[in-house]
């Protein structure tokens, strides 16, 4: 290009070139990407909600049954929250109190825990009576004396999926305590597990432990039943009868904080229950039984 001296032009009243000045030279033409982005466009909706559902993180509520349990559920909170605070989850504690006569609520409130006090007596009637009010995505249930790991929370709860929507953290494939466990529960919960495996045909090797963790819609499709400590057999039960896969994850298991509440006899109840549980429920040939007794005499009871 030729350089122009420019100069004011009175007359014209603006600046003017003087001399000659060459075009500039055409740019050169560039192909233009047909994605000019990365890539094509989903035309999808359903894709994209789905982006945006992964955005929002999911919500968890952190179930804790207790009666008078003041300081398991002191040494429990504060290790909840070292541990989610940590890994960044949002979550809600709520405490499933028995009528506590100890200092079990405040000190849940104090640590940021929601009270919920039942209206009737057992830790299997306190959950039925709570279960409906949930409103997370999913929920961990969890004992509060101390036995079970609040540090396993995050790997059970990124197990659940739509193929597991409920995980069961398992004891007796993971490792107990010195002092944990006697010899005579131990043989007790073996026993109770294969017990319920073989009444049920679904293979489970910790029937009794108090950690699970569950896609909150699927928890409460459960037509649970239980009242006391039959409550984890009673879920084990109905997601064997309801064909919901349960994945068990290996856990620690530790000394209890207090004095222990479960006994030899429980186990008895919660044999009895697991029976009675199975004989109660519709195998698939008396369904199909049913459904042909409700056409066969269903018309003649209408018209009659």
Request: proline share 8%.
């Amino acid at each position: 290009m030729v350089e122009a001296e420019i100069r004011m032009d009175p007359a014209r009243g603006g600046l003017e070139p003087y001399g000659k000045m060459e075009p500039m030279p055409p740019a050169p033409s560039l192909p233009i990407p047909r994605y000019p982005f990365g890539g094509p466009v989903d035309p999808s909706p359903e894709a994209l909600w789905q982006e945006i559902d992964n955005l929002v993180p999911s919500s968890l509520s952190i179930l804790l049954p207790a009666l008078n349990e003041e300081d398991g559920v002191e040494a429990v909170m504060k290790r909840i929250s070292t541990t989610l605070h940590r890994k960044g989850l949002s979550y809600s504690v709520y405490l499933l109190d028995g009528q506590s006569t100890d200092q079990t609520r405040a000190v849940a409130m104090k640590l940021g825990a929601e009270v919920f006090v039942q209206s009737g007596h057992g830790k299997g009637s306190a959950f039925r009576e709570f279960v409906p009010k949930i409103k997370e995505d999913f929920a961990v249930l969890l004992d509060s004396d101390g036995t079970y790991p609040p540090e396993a929370i995050p790997e059970l709860v990124a197990a659940l999926k739509d193929e597991s929507p409920v995980v069961l953290g398992s004891r007796l494939r993971g490792s107990i305590d010195e002092g944990a466990m006697s010899g005579l529960n131990y043989a007790g919960n073996v026993l109770l597990s294969r017990f319920a495996s073989v009444l049920f045909a679904t293979p489970i090797s910790d029937v009794c432990s108090g950690m699970w963790a569950f896609v909150s819609d699927r928890l409460k499709s459960l037509n649970l039943t239980a009242t006391g400590f039959d409550l984890e057999a009673d879920i084990f039960a109905e997601c064997a009868l309801r064909g919901i896969p349960i994945l068990e994850i290996p856990i620690r298991y530790d000394r209890r904080i207090g004095e222990p509440k479960l006994h030899l006899k429980e186990g008895f109840r919660i044999a009895l229950a697991l029976l009675k549980k199975r004989l109660r429920s519709s195998s698939p040939r008396t369904v199909e039984r049913r459904a042909l007794w409700g056409r066969w005499f269903g018309p003649a009871r209408e018209s009659a």
